[in-house]
């Protein structure tokens, strides 16, 4: 009775113990699968767009960033499974947001893409302050440093079809 007592015991303790951690892997977890989420999605909606620049130049440089934006989808996917996650992705909310974008005419599409790649730029930058895992902070770091270059270059290009 004893034995069975202390095992209890024992068990609730290293359940209180590991709780923080799965918890916090959870979210870590969702985050992830949210941002790969919007990452697949920005790069899906440059590339549709990039098919209506008349300019071939500018219509490689949007290719580019979709193609950037699908390599920081596949960090992100790495980093949940070492994590032990899957990947779940959550297109639902991202899929009404680049339907309304879709129903936008010419240049107004990029510069839709202009904002949906700020806000995104300004979740990571949130992320980065909330998360405490300095790995999943360090990815996220260099992702942002792209999305600054990202929004340097859909400015050139909203501003060299206006």
């Given at each position: 009775m004893r034995l069975e007592t202390e095992k209890k015991g024992l068990g609730k303790i290293l359940k209180n113990l590991l709780m923080p951690y799965l918890s916090e892997k959870e979210e870590l977890l969702k985050i992830l699968n949210d941002d790969y989420s919007k990452e697949i999605t920005i790069a899906k909606m440059m590339d549709e767009h990039a098919e209506m620049i008349p300019f071939d130049f500018?219509?490689?440089?949007?290719?580019?960033?979709?193609?950037?934006?699908r390599a920081h989808a596949e960090k992100l996917k790495q980093k949940i499974i070492e994590l032990g996650g899957t990947v779940n992705p959550s297109p639902k909310i991202y899929d009404i947001r680049a339907s309304s974008i879709?129903?936008?005419?010419?240049?107004?599409k990029l510069v839709a893409d202009l904002e949906l790649d700020k806000e995104i730029y300004e979740d990571y930058i949130a992320q980065i302050n909330r998360i405490e895992n300095e790995d999943i902070k360090k990815l996220l770091r260099e992702i942002v440093e792209d999305e600054v270059r990202h929004k340097d270059v859909l400015m050139d290009i909203v501003m060299r079809l206006c």
């Open positions: 500018l219509k490689e440089k949007l290719k580019k960033l979709a193609e950037e934006e879709h129903n936008e005419r010419g240049f107004r």
